[in-house]
């Protein structure tokens, strides 16, 4: 078993190692496999990619990001510059469905609202306005619209799960309601609870995943028991 110290000192090291991410004011705390992140970033991105390179380590178990975005001198903006520009990446990135989203900016915080039919659809709504210069902050509001039954969600999600090289699908179990999602199981990483919830996410008409996966660093897969 990985003990909080290894964790927090693989999560330092990582985030001073990704050439993605200024580090150097981040404070990194561990308990019982829960990261918290404090401090501040200079920019919004900078916040998604230290929670992103978090997730990537063994042993995480969660990722509480409090840090705070502090713009670097000069790179303040006026709401309605980031929302004229947030408009026109909605535009460029989702040429047809992004007449059906709403953005809205205050205090440099953007908020999506509407209605779209995929899950990839908001997923990329978001990734579109996360890099606007300025933006503090990004709430994702889009409502995805049900399209298919139950069954149809629960066979596409199991598909989709042993398809994947990253998720052992045997150790995971789906249960559709409607449009929402219900995984449960265990797998060895986030990155592999991650993994297994994007896929469910990519079933259309799915409007909500509830990820009930647990983490169990000791856990074998069916490979390794095939073969012992």
Sequence with gaps: MRTDSDIQRDVQDELEWDPDIDSKNISVKVSDGVVT???FVP?????????????????VKAVANDLE????????RPDPDIAHEAVER?????????????????????????DVDWDFQRRSAE?????????KGVTNLIHVKPTVNATDV???????LKRSAEVDASQITVVADGSKVILRGRVRSWAEKD????????APGVSEVVNEIQIDPTLQT???LEDA
């Design 43 to 59: 920019s919004y991105t900078d916040k998604y990619a230290a929670e992103r390179i978090v997730k990537r380590i063994v042993g």
């Design 154 to 160: 629960k066979t596409k999600i199991e598909q989709a």
């Design 37 to 39: 992140l404090t401090g």
């Design 90 to 114: 909605l535009q460029r990135d989702l040429p047809y469905s992004s007449k059906n989203i709403k953005a809205t900016v205050r205090n440099g915080w953007i908020t999506l609202e509407g």
């Design 69 to 76: 975005v502090k713009l670097a001198t000069g790179s303040d």
């Design 195 to 202: 993994e297994a919830e994007k896929a469910a996410w990519r």
């Design 222 to 224: 069916t490979r390794e």
């Design 127 to 135: 990734a579109a306005v996360r890099n606007v210069k300025g933006v």
